[in-house]
């Protein structure tokens, strides 16, 4: 698990092709492995990897073709700077929210606006989970732990102020960057519990669908 607060950008060392899938050894910059033992996990824009082999201050790990797949760590070319997040222990500071570093789906920004001393990032993502990003909600965008501003059909937006924008890869972003997309934790398991219906087809707790439905997290038709 993982807090979504980056700690480090670091960029990519070397892409090995290993039997169809790859091996990406990752230069850590500033990030502290001192406490990291090999088979632990580190996050590289949002997707948890366990590092194989480590170095002073860089690690290798096996990226599978699932993961692949489903994330943009395929795409990434020697050179490509990334986010990068030891896992979490029991006394860090949870200063986003709960990452399990499983992403989602990939998401492609569409538009950039400034917003004061901000700059508003709008996305869009699949169908398939668009559902569950809600309005003032929680969303991890290659690992960074964001609140949703808006959300229209499949389209989201989130605010970047200057110290996210200075100390994660979002500075490097541009009109059609893909990017990694985890959603909530919890609205995951709320949908498998609305998943329990009745023979009627109703759904068994009504009073808790009614109350996800007053406070945005689900949509009603």
Same mark, same amino acid.
């Given at each position: 698990?993982?807090?979504?607060? *980056? ?14 899938? =790859?091996?990406? $050894? ?8 001192? !406490? ?19 170095? %002073?201050? +860089?690690?290798?790990? /096996? ?25 979490? $222990? ?9 990452? +399990? ?20 990032? +709008? ?5 398939? =989970? ?5 309005? &003032?909600?929680?969303? $991890? *965008?290659?690992? $960074? ?5 808006? @959300?229209?059909?499949?389209?989201? /937006?989130?605010? *970047? @102020?200057? !110290?996210?924008?200075? %100390? ?12 990694? *997309? ?19 087809? %109703? @759904? &068994? /707790? ?13 949509? !009603?038709?």
């Amino acid at each position: 698990m993982f807090t979504g607060i *980056i700690q480090a950008i670091g960029k990519v060392e070397l892409s090995e092709t290993r039997s169809g899938d =790859i091996r990406l $050894t990752i230069d850590c910059g500033d990030l502290d492995l001192s !406490h990291t033992g090999l088979g632990e996990s580190i996050a590289v824009n949002g997707v948890c990897l366990t590092a194989v082999e480590l170095q %002073k201050q +860089s690690f290798s790990a /096996d990226v599978s073709l699932e993961t692949m797949s489903k994330t943009s760590l395929g795409q990434l070319a020697v050179g490509s700077p990334v986010n990068l997040e030891t896992a979490l $222990t029991l006394n860090t500071a949870l200063g986003g929210h709960l990452v +399990s570093g499983h992403v989602d789906g990939l998401g492609t920004l569409v538009e950039m606006q400034s917003d004061a001393r901000s700059i508003r990032y +709008s996305f869009e993502v699949d169908s398939e =989970i668009q559902h569950y990003i809600a309005t &003032k909600g929680s969303v $991890t *965008i290659d690992g $960074t732990s964001l609140t949703v501003n808006g @959300v229209e059909e499949n389209r989201f /937006d989130v605010n *970047i @102020v200057p !110290h996210t924008q200075q %100390k994660t890869v979002f500075q490097y972003y541009q009109t059609g960057s893909r990017v990694n *997309i985890e959603v909530d934790i919890i609205a995951r398991y709320l949908e498998r519990l609305l998943q329990g219906r009745a023979e009627d087809g %109703k @759904v &068994k /707790d009504q009073q808790m669908l009614e109350t996800l439905i007053k406070s945005g997290f689900i949509n !009603h038709e």
